[in-house]
């Protein structure tokens, strides 16, 4: 099957500094690709290229086999990528639910008459209270989206992006800053959605062993370059990943993650 999602050659520079080096990499729907790599190898930035956060300097990204490399932030939103941050990205000073209905209002207008929109709200409240639902935070729908605790922002942050209905998830270090009581339902969320089996998700995660419960696939990057491409267990154990990614000998890395 043709890829969903597709960066071809794609670099940017900042200054003299190369971050994201002439990356190629296709992305299929029903497969979570885990991009992994050590700090300052590009990850974060590879991800804002390919969702508009960032503008490349050369090279392409295609969804669905069009060239979107012209489209922003927004463009890319209503075109079907979904993008989860590091530091939660939501309306604070908005109740939990009206978080959620802008998202799927926002979708729904990309398809939505004028004339429609009035008896539309009654969906949008429907579909907020649906995503609500998904990610067990009905109970808080009518609380400020800044009084929740840090797991609950993450959760809310993923019903946004299910209310936005992409194609592609991607969800950068979904885990950061929780407890280890609130990892799991974040994690549980993400295997409901690659259990749908039609979404391409993509994932930057540091914790090895979310990457090993979770990735079909896994891609290294090291110093802005696509060094490694493939199974977990097989790239998992490469020398180029052991001493690039993990900086330790295979026995140490057993020890550590086995």
Same mark, same amino acid.
């Given at each position: ?21 002439? /990356?190629?990499? !296709? ?18 930035? +590879? ?14 990204? &295609? $969804? ?35 978080? /959620?209905? $802008?998202?799927?209002?926002?979708? %729904?207008?990309?398809?939505? *008459? ?5 008896? *539309?709200?009654?969906?949008?409240? !429907?579909?907020?209270? =649906? +995503? ?5 935070? *009905? ?11 840090? %797991? ?11 209310? &936005? ?13 929780? *407890?280890?009581?609130? /990892? ?7 295997? #409901?959605? #690659? @259990?749908?089996?039609? #979404? ?6 540091? #914790? ?13 990057? =090291?110093?802005?370059? $696509? ?9 998992? !154990? ?5 001493? @690039? +990614? &993990?900086?330790?000998?295979?026995? !140490?890395?057993?020890?550590? =993650?086995?």
């Amino acid at each position: 099957m043709p890829p969903v999602l597709e960066t071809r050659d794609l670099t940017i520079r900042f200054g003299g500094h190369v971050a994201v080096d002439g /990356v190629s990499c !296709a992305f299929h729907a029903g497969t979570l690709t885990a991009i992994v790599g050590p700090n300052g190898a590009g990850k974060t930035t +590879y991800f804002n290229l390919m969702s508009g956060q960032l503008a490349a300097t050369s090279g392409q990204t &295609l $969804l669905d086999g069009d060239d979107i490399s012209a489209l922003g932030a927004a463009g890319r939103a209503q075109r079907g990528i979904g993008r989860a941050f590091q530091i939660t990205n939501l309306f604070p000073n908005l109740t939990v639910g009206e978080n /959620v209905r $802008l998202a799927a209002q926002a979708r %729904g207008r990309a398809k939505a *008459s004028l004339l429609s929109l009035w008896s *539309s709200h009654r969906d949008w409240i !429907a579909k907020a209270d =649906h +995503y609500l639902e998904e990610v067990n935070l *009905s109970g808080v729908r009518d609380t400020l989206a800044a009084a929740l605790p840090h %797991g609950d922002k993450r959760k809310l942050e993923v019903a946004i992006m299910m209310a &936005l209905e992409p194609q592609v998830f991607m969800f950068d270090e979904p885990t950061a800053g929780m *407890s280890v009581d609130e /990892v799991p339902v974040i994690l549980d969320l993400i295997r #409901k959605l #690659k @259990a749908d089996g039609t #979404k391409t998700i993509l994932l930057v995660e540091h #914790k090895m062993d979310v990457v090993r419960s979770l990735a079909d696939r896994i891609v290294v990057l =090291h110093n802005g370059r $696509l060094v490694a491409d493939g199974e977990p267990a097989e790239v998992i !154990a490469s020398p180029v990943v052991q001493e @690039a +990614y &993990l900086g330790q000998a295979p026995k !140490a890395v057993e020890a550590t =993650h086995g």
